[in-house]
């Protein structure tokens, strides 16, 4: 009898556990959507993908060659250096010329976007007149931006190995003399040091009408990563969760310059202004944009093995000054989702409103494996108690899981834009690390079990080389805001899904039809350009705003930007207007935001099915190159137009 009574008793005890256990999962469970939703939801969206051009015979290779101590994980450092921008390099008046590196050949190219013509031959951007030795250097990102303020378009390229190199324009050629000779490359900072760059946006960080630039760097400065030939042990991370012996961190603000066929500019360096940690961290991702409604650009550094951080910009002119925020947790909040607190790997930063209160919230890509590092992509929202930066309080909330974007994969760049104009924001996200054929996830498991104090040291590491496989078969993500407000990922009902193993995304309108197009860099693979046929896009007004004097009034037109058009992309302006249905869309021109993708600096809302004719208020806020604070509001109609600040 008492055998039956145990008996009973274990299998009641059972019972409930699977009950627990059931309850459990479905409490857990994520929201899923029928086939039927689906399949409308992905009826929004097309895409054309088009091979990126490439230049003649070109040699590729698969991976680096790196310092001695870095030989038996040369393919983790192997894993970056694809990057892509999109910008009018050609001054045709649209952003249609695309500034891709691509690691295969280290090569830096300028082209025309595919299936837009052949305005001019694809060429390469190189620093001939400048020390620069490939063997130990190679390019990791483009930048697009009028550095020298004459009206064109400049490129900065930065690298590991040395300091970046702004390509000035010079005095604009016709469109098909449009070639190498048409740049000048020059030091924006001097000195022959070794930099290992692997993000850097630009704005005006204090405030005085100029546009600075941010660079966030990898590996410690004067290190020999890419030296076959060094000597002695290069320095890894020091732990897996607070690495901060990373590269500095350089704020260069804008000195001087001049145009014409000889043009420069001149940047000085801020000192001291960021904390020791801070300026240490291992930087993958950087972006700056004005959280406060000062038209100050905060910034956000997205670090590997460490907190990411979000500073307040307290500047003056010629006097910058940043504070760190830093949230608060609850009794229920992981430590991780405070912001200022996380212990994960920030490789990209994006701004974008998500929850309709007319701030930017930020986005930011994370390891997001299925099977093992299951950390979390960022979403921090905002909660509107903007002032209480002041008190160094973070007003922001961790929210990627409640909207379904907390997971993809292991995440690079990302980027939120409206592609079928509805009015809503998409994000699509460069996923994957290393493409391989024997999976060393175990190892990389092990690695991240082990002891803090051999971190350092890379030859404690694993083996990561050629061959080798980290989630390198993931696709890139494509997240669609479905009707009961959560995100959900239609990359493969979208032809989205091909195994890539991608690092930068650039959006822009090239074609100026109305919708959003973007292209990805693959690294060790063909990139590719995806045209947007959007199949019933609504309306959508796309803003080209210009900084060109000092006064408060605006200049508006439409159409497209005619060649010699005055002024420069107005970094760090902001545009917001109310739809019909009483949305507030808002936007700020991007000087560069992410990792190693740059977009355009147009802006661009989706307006969903108005009419042609219909009239919209745009509020436009912005700084003069005198740095004086200015807004206006203008009535426009959907459309693409010029707006000229001053």
């Not at 010079?170 to 290992?196: C, H, M, T």
């Not at 940043?322 to 790997?345: H, I, N, Q, W, Y």
């Not at 006064?551 to 420069?568: C, F, I, M, W």
């Amino acid at each position: 009898m008492l055998t039956l009574l145990k008996s009973l008793r274990q299998r009641a005890t059972l019972i409930v556990a699977l009950s627990w256990v059931g309850l459990l999962y479905l409490f857990m469970a994520l929201p899923t959507l029928s086939q039927t939703e689906r399949r409308q939801l992905a009826g929004h969206f097309h895409f054309t993908p088009l091979p990126l051009p490439e230049l003649q015979d070109p040699v590729y290779k698969t991976a680096r060659a790196v310092h001695p101590s870095l030989e038996r994980i040369s393919a983790w450092i192997s894993s970056v250096g694809a990057g892509i921008a999109l910008a009018d390099a050609d001054g045709d008046g649209l952003p249609n010329d695309l500034c891709q590196v691509d690691p295969r050949n280290d090569q830096v190219m300028l082209a025309p976007t595919p299936g837009g013509g052949s305005r001019y031959a694809p060429f390469t951007l190189y620093p001939a007149a400048l020390p620069y030795d490939p063997a130990t250097m190679a390019p990791m990102g483009c930048l697009s931006g009028d550095f020298n303020e004459d009206g064109a378009v400049d490129f900065l390229v930065y690298y590991w190995g040395r300091t970046p190199v702004a390509y000035l324009q010079r005095s604009r050629p016709q469109p098909s003399a449009f070639s190498a000779d048409s740049f000048l490359a020059v030091d924006i900072a001097p000195g022959g040091e070794r930099w290992f760059t692997n993000a850097a946006t630009q704005a005006d960080l204090d405030g005085d009408g100029h546009v600075d630039i941010i660079i966030g760097n990898y590996f410690k400065d004067g290190a020999h990563i890419l030296d076959a030939h060094g000597s002695g042990v290069e320095e890894m991370h020091d732990t897996k969760s607070k690495a901060f012996n990373g590269g500095r961190k350089h704020l260069l603000l804008w000195a001087a310059a001049a145009g014409g066929d000889t043009p420069a500019v001149r940047f000085q360096e801020a000192q001291g202004v960021l904390f020791e940690e801070i300026d240490h961290g291992w930087a993958l991702g950087v972006g700056a944009a004005d959280l406060d409604g000062d038209l100050l650009p905060e910034l956000y550094f997205g670090h590997d093995f460490g907190p990411d951080r979000l500073l307040h910009n307290r500047s003056e002119p010629g006097r910058p000054q940043f504070a760190v925020l830093e949230g608060e947790r609850g009794p229920a909040t992981p430590k991780s989702f405070v912001m200022g607190r996380d212990s994960f790997k920030g490789m990209g930063a994006e701004f974008g409103d998500l929850n309709g209160d007319g701030l930017l919230d930020i986005y930011v890509s994370n390891i997001t494996s299925e099977f093992a590092l299951q950390e979390s992509h960022l979403l921090w929202l905002s909660t509107g108690e903007t002032s209480r930066m002041k008190q160094g309080f973070a007003p922001y909330v961790q929210a990627s899981e409640k909207l379904g974007l907390s997971r993809s994969g292991w995440g690079w760049d990302t980027r939120l834009a409206d592609f079928d104009n509805d009015g809503a924001l998409e994000a699509v996200q460069a996923t994957g690390f290393i493409m391989g054929e024997v999976d060393r996830w175990p190892e990389l498991q092990s690695l991240g079990t082990g002891n803090d104090r051999m971190m350092s040291d890379p030859r404690h590491w694993p083996k990561f080389r050629a061959g080798d496989d980290i989630s390198g078969h993931e696709a890139n993500a494509f997240f669609v805001r479905a009707a009961d407000g959560r995100y959900y990922n239609l990359s493969a009902d979208l032809g989205l899904d091909g195994a890539m193993v991608t690092r930068g995304i650039a959006t822009a309108d090239v074609d100026g039809d109305g919708d959003m197009d973007f292209a990805v860099a693959n690294q060790w693979q063909p990139s590719v350009f995806y045209r947007n046929d959007c199949p019933d896009c609504g309306r959508s007004l796309g803003l080209h705003l210009l900084l060109n004097g000092d006064g408060e009034n605006l200049a508006e037109r439409q159409g497209n930007l005619e060649p010699g058009g005055q002024g420069r992309p107005a970094i760090g302006a902001e545009a917001r207007l109310t739809l019909p249905d009483g949305r507030l869309l808002v936007s700020q021109v991007d000087g560069g935001n992410g990792h190693s993708g740059k977009r355009s600096p147009d802006l661009h809302f989706g307006l969903g099915h108005i009419a042609a004719d219909a009239r919209l208020s745009v509020l436009i806020r912005w700084r003069d190159t005198h740095g004086h604070p200015h807004q206006q509001t203008i009535d426009l109609s959907p459309g693409r137009h010029i707006v000229q600040l001053g």
